[in-house]
């Protein structure tokens, strides 16, 4: 589709009007510009881009080559935790096979269920409200991301917790939000709305987030920076993607 874009001589700046009228030319000007639009069917949610990195290409070349996007790219996988042993998570067989062994200090990993635990503790959120309320005292401004050491400042969404709330999602499935404000010790708020309302959930499990020591790829276990709070067997984890800017 093209639109037509007419800038009246009157409009012009004095320095181009001089200009045009040295070369002659008339001072209409006329412009076409044209723009294509792509609208993307499916008959699924798009979940992203295919390979990460691997998918964005320039001119043809790939953002990042096959091998360095294996080797730097988010995993997604499960894991588990043993009581006895709170800094070591042990993954599935050749999940951490092509991780580059030389960045993984600058990694971080989330495990859903390991972080603090709830100590009869009960929560509470409204449909389509991200107040979560607690039944005693219970949270903390680190749970936001804040420093414990400078109250206000936020160290960013790596350090913010992972909750999942079951029956607060759609059709009363979970809903898996963060914490990204603190109120109190009763009150945080979340970056995603609850679509039903719960009311003294005592299955509430919140994540525990932990930049990553070392790795044994032969014993498929990571090493945590941070011991995790609670143990947990084959629970959700995510890997992040090296970040070189970390504090």
Same mark, same amino acid.
């Given at each position: 589709?093209?639109?037509?874009?007419v800038?009246?001589?009157s409009?012009?700046?004095?320095t181009?009007?001089?200009?045009?009228?040295g070369?002659?030319?008339?001072?209409?000007l006329?412009?076409k510009?044209?723009?294509?639009?792509?609208?993307?069917l499916s008959?699924?949610?798009?979940?992203?881009?295919? +390979?990460?990195?691997?998918?964005?290409?320039l001119?043809? $070349?790939?953002l990042?080559?096959?091998?360095? +996007?294996?080797?730097?790219?988010?995993i997604?996988?499960?894991?588990?935790i043993?009581?006895?042993a709170?800094?070591?998570?042990? $993954?599935? %067989?050749?999940?951490?096979?092509?991780? %580059?062994?030389?960045? $993984?200090?600058?990694?971080?990993?989330?495990?859903l269920g390991?972080?603090?635990?709830?100590?009869?503790?009960?929560?509470?959120? *409204?449909?389509?409200?991200?107040?979560?309320?607690?039944?005693?005292?219970?949270?903390?401004?680190?749970?936001?991301?804040? %420093?414990?050491?400078?109250?206000?400042?936020?160290?960013g969404? *790596?350090?913010?917790?992972?909750? *999942?709330?079951?029956?607060?999602?759609p059709?009363?499935?979970?809903?898996?939000?963060?914490?990204?404000?603190?109120?109190?010790?009763? $009150?945080v708020?979340?970056?995603?709305?609850a679509?039903?309302?719960?009311?003294?959930a005592s %299955?509430v499990?919140?994540?525990?987030?932990?930049?990553?020591?070392?790795? +044994?790829? /032969?014993?498929?276990?990571?090493?945590?920076?941070?011991?995790?709070? /609670?143990a947990?067997?084959d629970?959700?984890?995510?890997?992040?993607?090296?970040?070189?800017?970390?504090?």
């Amino acid at each position: 589709m093209s639109t037509p874009f007419v800038l009246p001589a009157s409009e012009l700046p004095p320095t181009v009007k001089e200009l045009m009228r040295g070369r002659g030319d008339d001072f209409s000007l006329s412009q076409k510009q044209t723009g294509l639009a792509f609208d993307l069917l499916s008959e699924g949610p798009i979940e992203g881009l295919v +390979n990460e990195a691997e998918g964005i290409f320039l001119n043809g $070349v790939p953002l990042r080559d096959h091998d360095t +996007n294996l080797a730097l790219k988010e995993i997604v996988t499960t894991g588990t935790i043993a009581a006895d042993a709170l800094t070591t998570l042990t $993954v599935p %067989d050749t999940v951490i096979d092509d991780m %580059d062994s030389g960045s $993984v200090t600058d990694r971080t990993v989330q495990i859903l269920g390991a972080g603090k635990a709830l100590g009869g503790v009960t929560f509470t959120i *409204e449909a389509n409200s991200n107040r979560l309320v607690a039944s005693g005292s219970f949270f903390t401004s680190g749970m936001a991301g804040f %420093d414990s050491g400078s109250p206000d400042m936020q160290l960013g969404w *790596e350090n913010q917790t992972p909750v *999942e709330i079951p029956g607060a999602g759609p059709n009363g499935t979970s809903l898996f939000a963060t914490i990204t404000s603190y109120d109190s010790a009763t $009150v945080v708020y979340l970056d995603t709305k609850a679509l039903v309302g719960v009311s003294g959930a005592s %299955d509430v499990k919140f994540g525990h987030k932990s930049k990553i020591s070392s790795i +044994n790829k /032969v014993a498929n276990t990571i090493t945590l920076a941070t011991a995790a709070t /609670v143990a947990v067997t084959d629970e959700s984890v995510i890997i992040n993607p090296p970040n070189y800017f970390q504090m």
